[in-house]
């Protein structure tokens, strides 16, 4: 298994520009898992999907972010416009199915720099 | 709100010995604690879970305890090796989601 797959590793864009991350889960993993890690706040969730429904989308900041999850194995976070705060690592993690059995896999990260 | 506190200062270790890294959380005792390591650049690694009612946890050369009195998780690497060294992030489950600690970083010299 290739494990959780999230591109692109790096991206560099300017402010008000938008911008996408992606991520392939887990096959036969039910849920999928946004966060956003940061010195100052270290993981922050941003968004919880189960089978591929939204489940809690408290975690993200503002109409700017929005996610998406059109199938089990495809998921999206968008953010537009960008801004220099949004400037961070953002992580998919993915679980198999069983409430709270079982530890997340993450994938590598997007590093996103905003300019 | 649900915290998880860990210690910000780096762990620094001799090759060998046991390190031990504490984990501290606030309010109602959660359902699950786990543990994941981190290296510089890479995503976090699952790597023990322990539920609300187990008192310890082993792993190979890891051991992790659940004090619901102190409300604290201690995780122990004996016989540390420099290879150990990383950030080590606590979580505390909720129903389905989890909420992490900053984690700690251990440094272990040969």
């Known amino acids: 298994d290739a494990g959780v797959i999230q591109s692109p590793r790096h991206e560099v864009t300017e402010m008000g520009q938008e911008v996408t991350l992606r991520c392939k889960p887990i096959?036969?993993?039910?849920?999928l898992f946004w966060y956003r890690q940061t010195m100052m706040r270290g993981l922050e969730l941003l968004i919880y999907f189960n089978n591929n429904v939204p489940i809690d989308d408290s975690g993200m900041p503002e109409d700017r972010f929005s996610a998406k999850m059109p199938n089990a194995s495809f998921s999206t976070l968008k953010i537009q416009p960008s801004e220099p705060r949004d400037s961070a690592v953002y992580f998919c993690?993915?679980?198999?199915?069983?409430?709270?059995?079982?530890?997340?896999?993450f994938g590598s990260g997007t590093r996103l720099t905003v300019v | 709100s649900q915290k998880i506190e860990q210690n910000s200062e780096a762990l620094n270790i001799q090759e060998g010995k046991t390190a031990t890294l504490t984990c501290n959380y606030t309010n109602y005792s959660p359902a699950y604690l786990q543990w994941y390591r981190q290296d510089p650049g890479r995503g976090p690694v699952f790597l023990l879970l322990?539920?609300?009612?187990?008192k310890e946890k082993r792993k190979e050369r890891l051991k992790v305890t659940f004090d619901t009195t102190l409300k604290q998780s201690l995780f122990h690497i004996t016989a540390s090796q420099p290879a150990d060294s990383a950030t080590y992030l606590c979580?505390?489950?909720?129903?389905?989601?989890?909420?992490f600690g900053k984690g700690t970083m251990l440094l272990v010299s040969p």
């Open positions: 322990i539920r609300e009612n187990e």
């Open positions: 979580a505390r489950g909720g129903y389905s989601t989890l909420t």
């Open positions: 096959s036969g993993h039910n849920s």
């Open positions: 993690a993915s679980r198999a199915p069983g409430q709270g059995g079982y530890g997340y896999t």
